[in-house]
T-cell receptor, first 115, second 113 residues
């Protein structure tokens, strides 16, 4: 999997939007952009993924740059429960639609939410 | 429905001992993954099973580490002659056929004294 770069930490206020950036300048045409997050003392959980178009789900939105060399995870109204480490991961999709091998985690962004 | 479960949640052992860590994946998930997470780091991939066979064990650090999944469901990670450097949280994840989303368990915290 190609490498991603994220800020070590970010801080935001409760009930405000949060924009978490990720740079992936060496992304290939078959790489999907995945985001996982890890709450304290828990295993990681899937947040969202996309290829080229912006994506929305109940947890977050994913904005992908036109050249795909960067993306932004958007939490529209952060709550204290969103305090976690957020990981941006590139995954080469297999022809069957599923992935193969393990996820390559970096250090992620530690998101701090102030009440 | 039931998520991925891991037992024990905590394991304390002495240097040189043998340990087994168990993972129960989500029912119907054919792919199973093991990761190791040291303090302050992201999880590190160890091994991936597709069904009963290990499709990729390139992340296992050395031959003291071994994992099995004999019936294509439950998996056991086995560590021989444990060392203090093996202390970490061991995470298991599973995914459904043809879906590249992994569901993680809560992990087993291993402490080697």
């Amino acid at each position: 999997d190609a490498k991603t770069t994220q800020p070590n930490s970010m801080e935001s206020n409760e009930e405000e939007p949060v924009h978490l950036p990720c740079n992936h300048s060496t992304i290939s045409g078959t790489d999907y952009i995945h985001w996982y997050r890890q709450l304290p003392s828990q295993g990681p959980e899937y947040v969202i993924h996309g290829l080229t178009s912006n994506v929305n789900n109940r947890m977050a939105s994913l904005a992908i740059a036109e050249d795909r060399k960067s993306s932004t995870l958007i939490l529209h109204r952060a709550t204290l429960r969103d305090a976690a480490v957020y990981y941006c991961i590139l995954r080469e999709i297999m022809y069957s639609g599923g992935g193969a091998d393990g996820l390559t985690f970096g250090k992620g962004t530690h998101l701090i939410i102030q009440p | 429905g039931a998520g991925v479960s891991q037992t024990p949640s905590n394991k304390v052992t002495e240097k040189g001992k043998y340990v087994e860590l168990r993972c129960d994946p989500i029912s119907g998930h054919t792919a199973l993954y093991w990761y190791r997470q040291s303090l302050g780091q992201g999880p590190e991939f160890l091994i991936y099973f597709q069904g009963t066979g290990a499709a990729d064990d390139s992340g296992l650090p050395n031959d003291r580490f071994f994992a099995v999944r004999p019936e294509g469901s439950v998996s056991t990670l086995k560590i021989q002659r444990t060392e203090r450097g093996d202390s970490a949280v061991y995470l298991c994840a599973s995914s459904a056929p043809s879906v590249d989303t992994q569901y993680f368990g809560p992990g087993t915290r291993l402490t080697v004294l």
